[in-house]
T-cell receptor
Framework: KNQVEQSPQSLIILEGKNCTLQ??????????LRWYKQDTGRGPVSLTI?????NTKSNGRYTATLDADTKQSSLHITASQLSDSASYIC?????????????FGTGTRLKVLA | GAVVSQHPSRVICKSGTSVKIECRSL??????MFWYRQFPKQSLMLMAT?????????EQGVEKDKFLINHASLTLSTLTVTSAHPEDSSFYIC???????????????FGPGTRLTVL
């Protein structure tokens, strides 16, 4: 069964600290993996998109890594800010039931405290 | 980047009424759009895939007669919640993929969402 699991489910850190969010998937075949940031009451916004051949990709203070062999990805946030408080969603595009689909993880809720 | 809009952003209606939600791709054409529902503290759940000029494809467990989807143009898809009930109260989000160049993955742009409350 194609699944995307994220950990931790929620996380609280102090402003200025770093953190790493994890995403494990069983989707096969795999097309690409995306990390999104979703503020409360808003739609998700793309942070990174990675294909199977990419190991790391950065977007400002966000750095995503991908290990296609172990089917694991991580999102590292450096020098966290209060505005980083949001849900972070890992989405894997894979082939299932005869068509390509986006499979969503359950998300990690990050709270950054002053 | 590309923008996807939704209207209305928030709607409150009485039980039994129908509610229409619009999803527009503002600066690109989208032959396909996706509709999601999100309950509090949960991730997005795909409801259906909207296809321009043809019938929508619904995910298992989603009632197509209750959630009517119309993709009448390359920039507009609508979701109508018919005979809404309190259990339909949720956050509805649409997305539209913008095709990437050769060898590049398409980019999925999400709308800002519509908060539906059924009294």
């Amino acid at each position: 069964k194609n699944q995307v699991e994220q950990s931790p489910q929620s996380l609280i850190i102090l402003e200025g600290k770093n953190c790493t969010l994890q995403c494990n998937y069983t989707v096969s075949p795999f097309s690409n993996l995306r990390w999104y940031k979703q503020d409360t009451g808003r739609g998700p916004v793309s942070l990174t998109i990675m294909t199977f051949s990419e190991n790391t990709k950065s977007n400002g203070r966000y750095t995503a890594t991908l290990d296609a062999d172990t089917k694991q990805s991580s999102l590292h946030i450096t020098a966290s800010q209060l505005s980083d408080s949001a849900s972070y969603i890992c989405v894997v595009r894979g082939f299932t039931s005869g068509t390509y689909k986006y499979i969503f993880g359950t998300g990690t809720r990050l709270k950054v405290l002053a | 980047g590309a923008v996807v809009s939704q209207h209305p952003s928030r709607v409150i209606c009485k039980s039994g009424t129908s509610v229409k939600i619009e999803c527009r791709s503002l600066d690109f054409q989208a032959t396909t759009m996706f509709w999601y529902r999100q309950f509090p503290k949960q991730s997005l759940m795909l409801m259906a895939t909207s296809n321009e000029g043809s019938k929508a494809t619904y995910e298992q467990g989603v009632e197509k007669d209750k959630f009517l989807i119309n993709h009448a143009s390359l920039t507009l898809s609508t979701l109508t919640v018919t005979s809404a009930h309190p259990e339909d109260s949720s956050f509805y989000i649409c997305s539209a993929p913008q095709r990437g160049g050769q060898g590049l993955a398409d980019t999925q742009y999400f709308g800002p969402g519509t908060r539906l409350t059924v009294l």
